[in-house]
């Protein structure tokens, strides 16, 4: 699920359309996106979504398209 927010970050939803769209509360979003901030060693969304590219769960050339 972790991952499953990360992608959606990575295309440019806000916490709020990420929990409709995954049918959680806003709250829950934001827990796994700090859990994973927490596992990754980094601050916010936007270092998150280039570690999870280095990491090749985020194809980098579709993030470069946007």
Known sequence: RQIQV??????GLVFEQIAKEMFLSVSTV???ASDLYSKWHV????EAIKR??????IDY???MNE
Not at 52 to 57: F, K, P, S
Request: hydrophobic fraction near 40%.
């Open 6 to 11: 990360l992608r959606l970050l990575a295309q």
């Open 30 to 32: 934001k827990h796994y």
């Open 52 to 57: 999870g590219a280095m990491l090749g769960y």
């Open 43 to 46: 601050k916010n969304r936007y």
């Open 61 to 63: 050339n579709l993030i």
